[in-house]
């Protein structure tokens, strides 16, 4: 069986436990090793690693990287997860759980250009590099091995240990045949893991799993399915293509597919956007429409700015709130022409925050652009608008000035409506 060790990147047609050329236990063996071409690469609790590689002191502390009290965890270094904090939890309940943890603001600039660094390491690799987050991506190395002198395998053997000595931070690979086994199989080995899942052994692999494994599959599909009698996916693989259609409707016979381990998605280097957005967490509950305002206003000039950033324009908007008892609340309209203006954002939706804001108290509020449009459709005017050709030339003025002189250069007036708690 074809084996590899990772620190040396030794190789032998015959599995070994510790490697003959350096010792290392770092090991992996499975006869499709040097044939497998799709990977899955993730960085290991990415925020909570490059806090903890800037700080070392803290090498040995649980990390929590998060907003305040009132926040979530953004992420958590394997030291706090072990104490049961999660991502996404409520940053009282991870305080809870782990009262030492040390707690770190974001700096969503710094992560962002560290996964580049990576990123850029990952494109000497294939041309065929997929982003799925800003730490992670699926690869394609078909066809590479004349360039690099060796399989797959071995090259990101050697990619994981150049990330760690010079980015210093740790990722996990998952080799498979397929995009899903591949993800599948990063999370499989982690932290600094390598996992190799094979074709001919990914329905037996996968078939004493519970359903909640399969990517897609939330809490509320798992729930549906286990109700319908299937706990495992080797229940849901049995399903033949018409009977999976005719209980779970048109994404059935998909859905019964990749519980086999099928996966026919290629690795697309340009993933299109679907979605931006931008929210914030109040640090004390809000009730009042008026005080909920000021924040959405702020918000949709976020918005805006991230639309700009990625050449994209708003056909939709969605809004989104969270109540004090971790309910969400989404509303969505669409736009009569596409739009990169706040004004324009804000004024879409006003009147959902208005149809929401009945007493209830919310503990966040989010403003999301969703479906997109290319940039060039923006703010053309019509019969209906023509000025919005010139509120455009406006707000591109007031970004220029804050851009030389800051954000405070010029604020609209319902920006400053700051209420107790906000």
Not at 121 to 127: C, F, G, H, Q, R
Not at 216 to 239: I, N
Not at 325 to 349: D, I, K, M, S, Y
Request: overall charge positive; glycine content about 8%; some cysteine.
């Amino acid at each position: 069986m074809p084996a590899l060790c990772r620190d040396c990147q030794h190789r032998a047609e015959t599995a070994f436990t510790r490697c003959p050329a350096c010792g290392s236990r770092r090991t992996i063996a499975h006869p499709d090793l040097f044939r497998l071409t799709v990977a899955h690469v993730d960085c290991d609790a990415f925020y909570a690693s490059v806090e903890k590689r800037d700080r070392p002191e803290l090498l040995t502390r649980p990390v929590i990287v998060g907003g305040g009290k009132r926040g979530v965890v953004a992420a958590c270094c394997y030291i706090a997860r072990t104490r049961g904090v999660r991502s996404a939890m409520p940053m009282f309940k991870a305080l809870a759980a782990c009262p030492d943890a040390v707690v770190i603001k974001p700096d969503i600039a710094k992560y962002v250009r560290e996964g580049r660094r990576i990123r850029t390491m990952m494109e000497a690799l294939t041309p065929l590099v997929q982003p799925m987050s800003i730490d992670e991506a699926v690869l394609d190395l078909a066809g590479t091995e004349a360039l690099h002198g060796a399989p797959p395998a071995v090259v990101l053997a050697r990619f994981a240990l150049a990330v760690e000595r010079e980015v210093g931070v740790t990722v996990s690979v998952g080799l498979a045949a397929n995009r899903l086994m591949a993800k599948l199989a990063a999370e499989r080995d982690k932290p600094r893991g390598f996992a190799v899942i094979g074709a001919d052994e990914a329905a037996a692999w996968l078939a004493p799993q519970p359903v909640s494994v399969l990517p897609g599959v939330g809490p509320a599909l798992a729930k549906r399915l286990q109700a319908a009698g299937f706990s495992t996916l080797g229940q849901l693989a049995s399903l033949a293509p018409r009977e999976a259609a005719q209980r779970f409707g048109e994404d059935g016979p998909s859905l019964a597919a990749r519980a086999r381990g099928e996966d026919a998605r290629r690795v697309t280097p340009d993933r299109e956007t679907k979605s931006i957005s931008a929210e914030t967490t109040f640090e004390t509950d809000i009730a009042a429409r008026e005080a909920l305002e000021a924040p959405l206003w702020r918000l949709c000039e976020k918005l805006a700015r991230r639309l700009k950033e990625k050449d994209l324009a708003a056909a939709g908007v969605t809004l989104k709130l969270k109540t004090a008892g971790f309910a969400t609340r989404t509303r969505a309209a669409r736009l009569p022409q596409p739009t990169r203006l706040p004004e324009v954002l804000f004024a879409a939706a006003r009147p959902m925050l208005a149809k929401e804001a009945d007493g209830t108290a919310f503990r966040l509020i989010g403003i999301g652009a969703q479906p997109l449009a290319p940039a060039d459709q923006a703010d053309l005017g019509d019969l209906a608008d023509p000025e919005a050709p010139k509120r455009a030339a406006r707000w591109a003025a007031v970004e220029a000035l804050r851009a030389r002189f800051g954000d405070d250069a010029i604020v609209k007036g319902r920006g400053l409506r700051k209420r107790p708690g906000e």
